[in-house]
């Protein structure tokens, strides 16, 4: 039976004293549910009994309930603080339709109106009001705290507490100044509230809110029902197309760092018949909200946004949640996975990783002080940690949270599980590894003990002499990536311990002590090569992917650009490189339609070279009964996005690079990168006027003529090799961009 009024609950309040009432009962009373999940019973009890609580329990856990019950049951108001207006209105609508009287919570904060704002401190006044939801901010203004002051406060509930933290993934600086607003208006007991935090934001959370004596409640971090898969970075916008077509009509939240990539992908997602809207913080706020609610009432199966979506957004039935872009930590990636399969049904977390886009990230943090920077770099190394390992993905997020994980209970959960990679025997590689721990007095961060196996001398191992170290060189004949990949796995094991507060420098446990005292043969598996990615579509190893290549129309495909490519005066690889052909030979494009579709050919070199081709590929399919994946012919937007063309009209008015660059706020090699795509995809650009600038016409002329006469196929590496020292990176690009736009285009 629920409660029908308010006013009902108020004659509760007066004839009965709380503890003759207990939380289940009030549970059933009131919310209508049977029984608790997990904690948070006991996590009320301690509430109501007037301590300090701090509750560390994943999305989905029920972290809300922990203090919504024990304020409607309790007299007086709670303050909860929450960092986002869209989460405090959804829970305030929640808590209103278990009582027919609206005051029973509020939100107060400056999207109020006035009168608005009076009602809400008429009601706060005559006790009508158990929950008030605040921001920070308003909580920090000394209008409300002296308001506030009059008010007959129960508790103060601080959700999304690791906002307090530097060593959060998600900091706010007005987090920090809570304890003091809450002393200002007076000491009342405090619960604080995350889903994610490691142990050292814990530490952080009680420290800052003075919260030394607080009963902690830490739930399990474990997810049984999400299946974690890290994909290399290849094609990523026609793999996310594929993975949505096949799992037609299912609910899913695409993350992306950047809101233009938003924008694009949300666009190229429609025009593939796939019900996605974007969300991120440059649209208005109406036009957000109507996003939002489309995307909950399910009339938009896809969401596409920036970590601006998500926060205390509860749909049940998320069956995917894609990362275009890996985020900045793994509080990040945990946090927003954590929003698939929260009903308990299927969950699919799936992450695009690529080596560049954590460099990107690095040089964001160049413009932060030094502090930040240390903090921010070691959070990303964690990230890139955990999307290069071999080892079980859930024991490694655990680990991180500082949750013990048996990997055999994993069940296949994750790729790396399910798709089991090679193992080999660390026990030597961790002896060196501890070894130079011992003799660098445990003063090097990872980094720098990968440096020192392989040899390589930096200013930093100078000051230690690590050159004189015993190890020095003796992992030389191994990879940074190989000796990455032992270090993370031996933290794991515990036989290493990082510390954080010294910005990542390793000690060795006492568990690392006994094994090079006495060393055992420890298998780990062997580390997946990400560098063999590149993100343009072109695989410096492997195909990527996951489609079988048909290796005799590949074959076919090579003959006839040779062909096509005599009969035109040019070499092969300026009509179709190697990928596009590869990409062919896995799609089966049969129209011209289809063929600028594949990566790298683009309209314009469709339209000069792709006739041929596409008879040469729908007559072999015809013969050989080839039944296509109709799944992966992917629909492209018209390719001339904004900053395409005002690249293009910026160029054809010759406008100086350094120009063009800064006005879009990019840099000169992403400038280069977007030159190089239009080009490649069959679109002239003039950049001569630029070249005449920066180099000679005999150098344009001698670097055009190993392009045309020399070169094989056509790669930078290639060419990096052929010149040396001669040119700079940015040379040869850039007469290689007027070769490709003057003779492939």
């Known amino acids: 039976m629920y409660f029908k009024h308010l006013k009902y609950l108020s004659i509760i309040y007066h004839t009965m004293s709380v503890t003759n009432i207990t939380p289940a ?75 027919t009287e609206n005051g029973i919570a509020h939100v107060l904060n400056s999207s109020l109106t006035k009168r608005e704002t009076l009602q809400v401190k008429e009601d706060l006044l005559s006790g009508v009001t158990k929950l008030l939801y605040v921001a ?217 990783y690529s080596v560049k886009d954590i460099e990107k990230l690095e040089k964001f943090l160049a413009k932060k002080p030094v502090a930040e920077q240390e903090i921010g770099k070691q959070l990303l190394q964690e990230a890139l940690g955990y999307a290069e390992t071999s080892m079980c993905r859930r024991k490694y997020l655990l680990h991180y949270f500082g949750e013990e994980y048996n990997d055999h209970e994993c069940n296949e959960m994750c790729d790396n599980h399910r798709f089991p990679k090679k193992k080999f025997d660390a026990q030597d590689d961790f002896k060196l590894i501890f070894q130079t721990v011992v003799e660098s007095a445990q003063r090097f961060k990872s980094q720098q003990i990968v440096n020192t196996l392989v040899g390589k001398l930096t200013s930093h191992l100078k000051t230690f002499s690590a050159n004189n170290m015993s190890t020095w060189m003796e992992g030389k004949d191994k990879s940074d990536a190989h000796w990455d990949n032992v270090i993370r796995q031996a933290l794991v094991f515990g036989f290493l311990d990082k510390e954080i507060e010294t910005y990542g420098l390793l000690k060795l446990s006492d568990t690392g002590k006994a094994f090079l005292e ?151 090699d992403e400038l280069i990168k977007e030159m190089e795509m239009i080009v490649f995809s069959g679109t002239r650009l003039n950049i001569n006027y630029y070249l005449e600038d920066v180099l000679d016409e005999d150098s344009v002329e001698e670097i055009y003529e190993y392009f045309m006469d020399e070169a094989e196929n056509g790669t930078l590496e290639e060419a990096f090799k052929e010149f040396g020292t001669d040119y700079t990176e940015e040379e040869i690009r850039l007469v290689r961009l007027k070769f490709m736009s003057e003779v492939a285009n």
């Not at 304020?71 to 278990?98: E, H, T």
């Not at 607080?214 to 029902?225: E, L, T, V």
């Not at 600028?596 to 007559?619: P, Q, R, Y």
């Open 518 to 668: 006495k060393p055992f043969e420890v298998l780990i598996p062997e580390n997946t090569n990400y560098s063999t990615f590149s993100t343009d579509g072109s695989a410096t190893g492997k195909q990527g992917g996951g489609a079988i290549l048909d290796a005799t129309l590949f074959a076919m495909l090579k003959d006839l650009t040779k062909k096509v490519a005599k009969s035109k005066g040019v070499p092969p690889y300026a009509v179709f490189q190697e990928p596009s052909l590869e990409e062919m030979s896995t799609v089966y494009p049969c129209t011209l339609d289809e063929l600028k579709n594949v990566s790298g050919v683009g309209e314009g070199k469709a339209k000069k070279f792709g006739t041929d081709f596409v008879k040469l590929i729908a007559k072999y399919v015809e013969e050989n009964e080839i039944e296509r994946p109709m799944d992966l012919v992917v629909k492209t937007v018209a390719n001339k996005s904004v900053l395409k063309v005002y690249i293009i009209t910026s160029t054809d008015k010759k406008l100086p690079f350094a120009d063009i660059a800064s006005s879009k706020g990019i840099s000169m």
């Open 25 to 99: 009962a009030f549970l059933k009373q009131f919310f209508g549910f049977s029984q608790f999940k997990g904690n948070q019973e006991a996590i009320i009890q301690s509430i109501l009994d007037g301590k300090d609580t701090f509750v560390i329990m994943p999305t989905g856990g029920g972290k809300s309930l922990c203090y919504q019950l024990p304020a409607i049951m309790q007299d007086g108001v709670a303050i909860i603080i929450s960092p986002l207006i869209a989460l405090m209105k959804n829970q305030v609508d929640a808590i209103r339709g278990f009582s």
């Open 136 to 352: 920070p901010e308003s909580l920090n203004k000394n209008d409300n705290i002296e308001f506030f002051k009059e008010l007959n406060i129960s508790f103060f509930a601080i959700d999304e507490a690791h906002c307090i933290s530097e060593w959060g993934h998600d900091f706010r600086p007005e987090y920090r100044n809570l304890r003091s607003a809450i002393n200002k208006i007076g000491r009342k007991p405090i619960i604080g509230l995350t889903a994610t935090a490691t142990p050292k934001v814990q530490y952080d959370i009680l420290k800052t809110l003075g919260m030394d004596g607080a009963d902690i409640y830490k739930a399990s971090f474990n997810r049984p029902n999400l299946y974690y898969d890290i994909r290399p970075k290849v094609d990523v916008e026609k793999e996310i197309i594929k993975l949505l077509i096949n799992e037609k009509g299912k609910s899913a939240i695409i993350y992306c760092l950047s809101r233009a990539k938003v924008e694009e992908l949300a666009q190229s997602l429609q025009v593939n018949g796939i019900k996605a809207l974007p969300y991120h913080a440059g649209l208005d706020a109406n036009t957000r909200i109507k996003h939002q609610d489309s995307f909950l009432m399910e009339d938009s199966d896809v969401i596409v946004a920036t970590i601006a979506f998500g926060m205390g957004i509860d749909k049940p039935n998320v069956r995917y949640v894609i990362h275009h872009d890996m985020p900045k930590s793994l509080e990040s990636y945990y946090q927003e996975t954590g929003r698939a399969g929260r009903d308990g049904g299927e969950g699919n977390c799936v992450a695009f």
